[in-house]
């Protein structure tokens, strides 16, 4: 038996960070407005030289300095993102040249706020098909670029940065397989009947514009518990590793009020929650590994530790992946 298991993470974030209160000054907004209903105190938005790239790279380099292992020794890349440099090619490829690797081969997924479960579980399959042996996961986004300023129901929600993640397949003990690190299960799903809910209204094939962020929020809000309790559920009913038994549910970090609603309904402690949502507000693809990097920093994860990462976002998107470190 074989595992992808995750070596290292990083992350990177602009340098210019915009707290609630620099927002009062832009539209009819308060902080007290934000903290109450979302839980975001400030975010980090990406100056002129900063793009979803220079993020990704940045925060490649990190995990792979935290992982010790070379760029060299990566053969895959996998980018989520729903903010590229370019239309094409890929933000990928400029990561890859960033990180001046010329083998190999790398490509963005789509998924939005799910992004990065569906690239690690994307890299996941190819390192177990044998298309590669040692993979970076990034999920970077610029969000800023695309946001309505002066739509305040959603401007104040987003945020810029990157996170990544190292991995590669490993053998499993066959003696001891239920304490073995790696991926144990994942689950994806997808309706795109919800696409007005959450979506950009713009596109080189439709508008042939770029198009700003639109979401009906409280539509996003009632759908969301449900949509990410049924994943969870079913990557726990796939390992018999029960929701209260995982030592930290590592959520994206859209709304604190959706992630304390899950964990309720799911009966996880709020003391088993990483939540980064205050710090970063929502930076789609890269909210999960952003908020993985920082327990592992800090040293709440730790090596034997279970791993529950969900996400949801437009499309609608959505999807869970548990793991042990």
């Known amino acids: 038996m074989k595992r992808t298991v995750m070596l290292g ?3 990177a974030l602009p340098e210019r960070m915009v707290p609630n209160a620099e927002l009062e000054t832009m539209i009819d907004t308060s902080d007290e407005w934000i903290v109450q209903r979302t839980g975001i105190r400030q975010r980090y938005i ?47 490829v400029e990561i890859q040249n960033r990180l001046g690797i010329s083998h190999g081969y790398a490509f963005d997924v789509a998924a939005v706020c799910t992004g990065f479960i569906y690239a690690l579980a994307t890299v996941d399959a190819h390192l177990k098909a044998g298309l590669a042996k040692r993979a970076l996961v990034i999920g970077a986004e610029t969000f800023s670029r695309i946001l309505d300023w002066e739509d305040r129901t959603t401007c104040v929600l987003f945020g810029d940065g990157a996170g990544a993640m190292v991995v590669e397949l490993q053998d ?21 009947s919800h696409k007005e809910k959450l979506y950009v209204d713009g596109g080189p094939s439709s508008t042939q ?33 029960a929701p209260s038994q995982i030592d930290w549910l590592v959520p994206h970090q859209a709304n604190r ?53 969900e996400a949801m976002g437009g499309g609608f998107t959505w999807g869970a992946i548990l793991m042990r470190v």
């Open 9 to 11: 993470v990083g992350t």
């Open 46 to 92: 990406a100056g002129e030289t900063e793009t979803t790239a220079s993020l990704g790279a940045d925060a490649a380099k990190a995990a792979l300095e935290n992982a010790g292992v070379d760029a060299q020794s990566i053969d895959l890349i996998v980018v989520a993102t729903a903010t590229p440099d370019n239309t094409f090619p890929a933000t990928s």
């Open 257 to 309: 009020r959706i992630i304390e609603g899950s964990a309720k309904k799911l009966g996880i402690s709020m003391d088993n929650v990483v939540m980064t949502v205050d710090k970063h507000g929502n930076t789609s693809a890269a909210s999960v590994p952003l908020a993985l990097n920082e327990a592992v920093q800090d040293g709440r994860v730790k090596p034997g530790d279970t791993l529950l990462l």
């Open 172 to 192: 499993v003990d066959a003696d001891t397989p239920d304490e073995g690190a790696g991926i144990l299960a994942v689950s994806l799903r997808s309706d795109g």
């Open 209 to 241: 514009t770029v198009g700003k962020l639109r979401m009906e929020g409280r539509e996003v809000f009632r759908h969301a518990v449900g949509m990410i309790t049924d994943v969870i559920e079913n990557v726990c009913g796939q390992t018999g590793i």
